[in-house]
């Protein structure tokens, strides 16, 4: 019997060291979709029944995310698991789901780009502006 190879992973240098793109996508993603709806770390971290630390490191892509945990969050955020992984647009169809799901993954993109900002304070700016756009709603003026 001849055994399948496994594939090539794809490895990535980030601020926590060489990790698979992957679990950056899937991190991205993870945050991308607690954001969208409109949950705190905390609040989400009660969901898992994990630490909010956890959580946190989970959206970094500083630890990867169970799968048991990760289906748990695919149930609360309303989407198939497999919306976590890149290339989950191919496999559904449907001109709705396709908005939703590319909407989600230029989210995470951003998410994972953001992260790269320096400064917590603009990091933390960034998201709150992010939540409103979420959110559908307009920023106070100054």
């Not at 979709?33 to 970094?60: P, S």
């Not at 630890?63 to 647009?89: K, N, Y």
């Not at 789901?97 to 990091?123: D, K």
Request: net charge positive.
């Amino acid at each position: 019997m001849v055994k399948p190879r496994p594939a090539a992973v794809e490895r990535v240098e980030s601020p926590i060291g060489v990790v698979e793109a992957t679990d950056l996508h899937v991190a991205a993603a993870f945050r991308a979709f607690r954001i969208a709806n409109g949950l705190k770390i905390q609040e989400l971290a009660t969901f898992l029944g994990v630490a909010y630390g956890t959580v946190h490191k989970y959206e970094r892509g500083e630890i990867r995310i169970f799968a048991d945990t990760l289906l748990r969050a695919a149930t609360l955020f309303g989407v198939p698991v497999t919306e976590f992984f890149p290339g989950a647009q191919m496999l559904r169809r449907g001109s709705q789901g396709r908005a939703q799901r590319e909407r989600i993954s230029r989210i995470a993109a951003f998410v994972v780009n953001a992260r790269r900002i320096p400064s917590a304070e603009l990091q933390d700016a960034l998201a709150r502006v992010t939540r409103l756009i979420l959110e559908g709603q307009p920023s106070a003026s100054t």
